[in-house]
């Protein structure tokens, strides 16, 4: 082949074929073109760049809109589970039982098993339920040393494990510590328009409630029974305003320990101490892990706030917009941030007997 030819073909003598020689530049309209130059070669990036900006927002809203769907699904296995429940029992479970447990007088205070784990027999979860006795207390009180009240020994081990029912996809945390199983579903415990006490609620559970569908006056369609919240993110006790500058506020419960009711003096003053555990046991019936109020609306600014007598707590989640809510029919719905007040507590309440507002 001659040494001035410039045709980006070489002929092989051995099989009389032309093959593509790279470093042989082409003749385009008597011109040489060397390839891409430097400013086509940035506009090609900067196309991508702007598919891939195009993309990646589709990409995650789709997941987004898969783990929504899978947060609603562990939704309806749990109101079928209520459903089943109270088709053997003639009731739905209580937030927890005292008086009314099947453990003797002197461990009612210890039985202590939430919503979720007397629904255990009837969820797809035969494992955790054949591993646990619903008949024995949560907890015991051990002389130590140090005298101490401890969670059941043949009990810990069970009660640890991370149920996938019981957890929303979409949250960033999915366990407080090791010796609790977490849980983002809780069990409605009414308005809190009474201060947020645990006995005798407006709401379907609170200690010793027992409801069956014939105390609903509402309907069961307008009456929420279990809403999602957010997982406690496990850190460190700080005081509310704190805690209110970091971005896991919203999973900042103000403490207080003595108050018989919930009162803004303290539940909204920055020097209230805080704990960030709401949600961390799923068999606990402790409404800091299991309940949850209508007082505030869906995703509210306001911190929870919780003593040993009384709770104020908000349904939140990770999706944009608002929280999936399970009716006491077995209905699952998505409730936007932006429900109106009113209607957003008449679904709390169980016997109020007003018209619900659209929502």
């Known amino acids: 082949m001659s040494k001035h030819n410039h045709s980006p073909f070489i002929r092989s003598n051995q099989m009389q074929q032309y093959v593509f020689d790279p470093g042989v530049n082409l003749r385009v309209g008597g011109k040489h073109r060397a390839g891409f130059t430097l400013v086509e070669l940035l506009v090609v990036i900067a196309i991508i760049g702007v598919l891939v900006g195009l993309l990646l927002p589709a990409v995650q809203s789709a997941r987004e809109a898969a783990r929504r769907m899978s947060c609603s699904n562990n939704m309806k296995q749990i109101g079928l589970a209520l459903h089943m429940h109270h088709d053997t029992l003639n009731r739905f479970p209580s937030q ?3 008086a009314k447990a099947p453990v003797p007088v002197a461990e009612q205070s210890f039985y202590r098993w939430g919503p979720l784990g007397l629904l ?3 969820l797809e979860q035969s494992a955790i339920y054949e591993a646990i006795d619903l008949k024995k207390p949560l907890y015991i009180f051990s002389l130590g040393p140090p005298p101490s009240v401890i969670t059941h020994p043949d009990l810990a081990a069970e009660v640890a494990t991370q149920v996938p029912t019981f957890l929303c996809p979409s949250d960033v945390n999915s366990r407080v510590s090791e010796e609790w199983g977490a849980t983002n579903y809780h069990a409605n415990n009414g308005t809190g328009q009474d201060g947020g006490v645990y006995e005798k609620c407006d709401g379907l559970f609170y200690i010793d409630s027992q409801k069956g569908f014939r105390d609903i006056l509402d309907g069961s369609s307008n009456t929420a029974a279990f809403c999602e919240t957010l997982v406690g993110s496990g850190l460190a006790d700080s005081t509310r305003g704190v805690a209110n500058l970091g971005a896991e506020r919203v999973t900042a419960s103000v403490w207080n320990a003595v108050a018989p009711t919930i009162e803004d003096s303290w539940c909204l003053d920055d020097a209230s101490p805080v704990i960030f555990k709401r949600g ?3 068999a ?3 409404v800091n892990d299991t309940g949850y109020h209508h007082f505030r609306g869906p995703n ?4 929870d706030c ?3 007598y009384a709770a104020i707590k908000s349904g939140r989640s990770r999706h944009v917009g608002g929280v999936t ?3 006491a029919d077995g209905s699952v719905r998505f409730v936007t941030d932006s429900v109106d007040l009113k209607a957003w507590r008449l679904l709390g309440s169980i016997a109020d007997r007003e018209v619900i507002p659209e929502f």
């Open 325 to 327: 809510v399970l009716f």
């Open 280 to 282: 961390e046991k799923w």
């Open 120 to 122: 255990t027999p009837y």
């Open 96 to 98: 927890r039982d005292q």
């Open 306 to 308: 919780y003593s040993r």
């Open 284 to 286: 606990d019936g402790s």
């Open 300 to 303: 509210a600014r306001e911190n």
